[in-house]
């Protein structure tokens, strides 16, 4: 998941939620905040989501500072 980010731009990623508070279930997302180096549409950005979820197998609630090119 990292290196996907990095690779697009990622400059911070943090992940929060229950996957840090050790209280998730099976069915649970994993929640990703990050900061790109720049402004990208949307598209782009449901791109990276997606192959992250292709990566880990699990579903992804991604969020970025970056108001997704606004």
């Known amino acids: 998941m990292v290196?996907?980010?990095?690779?697009?731009?990622a400059v911070k990623i943090a992940i929060?939620?229950?996957r840090v508070r050790d209280d998730?279930?099976?069915d649970s997302?994993?929640?990703v905040l990050?900061?790109?180096?720049r402004k990208m549409?949307?598209?782009e950005f449901i791109g990276i989501k997606q192959e992250?979820?292709?990566e880990i197998s699990e579903k992804v609630d991604l969020t970025t500072l970056n108001s997704r090119g606004r």
């Open 3 to 9: 290196d996907i980010l990095r690779k697009n731009g």
């Open 24 to 26: 998730w279930k099976k």
């Open 41 to 43: 549409d949307l598209l």
């Open 34 to 37: 990050v900061k790109f180096d």
């Open 52 to 54: 992250i979820e292709d």
């Open 16 to 18: 929060f939620g229950s």
């Open 29 to 31: 997302d994993v929640d």
